[in-house]
Nanobody
């Protein structure tokens, strides 16, 4: 699975960004079954799960982003989004999208960098 994350940038605290994760080479029928989630790695910290879909398909979030971030997917576009509102400086990180199948093989894409200034 080749996933491409984009949409990062520099934003002031309180601002918003929408990240996109596209699987351009995925077969549509197969993409629907991928458990794509968003992760982030801040400078000097371990990578952490930010948002994903629970087994029942409902969104699930890290406590630190609940109420501010929204994960969604458009299977017709083979894309998973992460809408980030009310951004804080502590949200500064490189954001990645990935699947469990790729993570267990320690395979990660380049990610997209988000910088929130105070």
């Amino acid at each position: 699975v080749q996933l491409q994350a984009s949409g990062g940038g520099l934003v002031q605290a309180g601002g918003s960004l929408r990240l996109s994760c596209v699987c351009s080479r995925c077969i549509l029928s197969v993409f629907r079954g991928y458990d794509i989630a968003w992760y982030r790695q801040a400078p000097g910290k371990q990578r952490m799960l930010v948002a994903g879909f629970a087994s029942a398909g409902s969104p699930d979030y890290a406590d630190s982003v609940k109420g501010r971030f929204t994960i969604s997917r458009d299977n017709s576009k083979k894309t998973v989004y992460l809408q980030m509102n009310s951004l804080k400086p502590e949200d500064t990180a490189v954001y990645y999208c990935n699947t469990q199948a790729m993570i267990v093989r320690s395979l990660w894409g380049q990610g997209t960098e988000v910088t929130v200034s105070s």
